[in-house]
């Protein structure tokens, strides 16, 4: 049973336009959470995260919005980029009981130019 | 420069010949941990490791081992391959799991054909 989910497989969005990517759970345990990027034939590498105590985190162009009463976290990319294509998934984790991380099944984003 | 490393990055084989994914960090992080990626499930967390000699299970465990004797190196072992276990395998570690910085550093990736 998928504890994270991305129920948008793709986006698309124009250059310097507002991307926003979301991800549900289902398991109000978990206290911390992810956004990993991956581009094909690489690993995904870390972009944002973001801890329970808070409701946003921004990094730049990125930012993380966390809705804990939803069990629902957005990633908001502005202005939206080409290199930003990309997919995107989000993961979770119950950090202070446990070690496991559940990822979300992806978002596929391009930016078109 | 600070990485993880898996081989092979491609690998088919026939059913229940065994093998040995290899996953190596020069970071010196204590976490490690297999995950696996199929199409509409995601990434699926096979086993993990906190340090040396000490693992285990994640998500989806089933026909998978590992071992961590020292702490650069978790290679994946699959004793007996089957069709189901085809995917692409992604090995990634952490610094620490107590540490403020929390996220992963994956390796990119093994693609595995099972027939």
């Known amino acids: 049973d998928q504890q994270v989910k991305q129920n948008s497989p793709s986006l698309s969005v124009q250059e310097g336009r507002i991307s926003i990517l979301n991800c549900d759970y289902t398991?109000?345990?978990?206290?911390?959470f992810l956004w990993y990027k991956k581009y094909p034939a690489e690993g995904p590498t870390f972009l944002i995260s973001i801890s329970s105590i808070k409701d946003k985190n921004e990094d730049g162009r990125f930012t993380v919005f966390l809705n804990k009463s939803a069990k629902h976290l957005s990633l908001h990319i502005v202005p939206s980029q080409p290199g930003d294509s990309a997919v995107y998934f989000c993961a979770a984790s119950e950090r202070n009981t446990g070690n496991q991380f559940y990822f979300g099944t992806g978002t596929s984003l391009t930016v078109i130019p | 420069e600070a990485q993880v490393t898996q081989n092979p990055r491609y690998l088919i084989t026939v059913t229940g010949k065994k093998l040995t994914v290899t996953c190596s960090q020069n970071?010196?992080?204590?976490?490690m941990s297999w995950y696996r990626q199929d199409p509409g499930l995601g990434l699926r967390q096979i086993y993990y490791s906190m340090n040396v000699e000490v693992t285990d299970k994640g998500d989806v465990p089933e026909g998978y081992k590992v071992s961590r004797k020292e702490k650069r190196n978790f290679p994946l072992i699959l004793e007996s391959p089957s069709p189901n276990q085809t995917s692409l395998y992604f090995c990634?570690?952490?610094?620490?799991?107590?540490?403020?910085?929390?996220?992963?550093?994956f390796g990119p990736g093994t693609r595995l054909t099972v027939t």
């Open positions: 398991n109000s345990m978990f206290d911390y």
């Open positions: 990634a570690s952490s610094l620490s799991l107590l540490a403020a910085s929390y996220e992963q550093y």
């Open positions: 970071m010196n992080h204590e976490y």
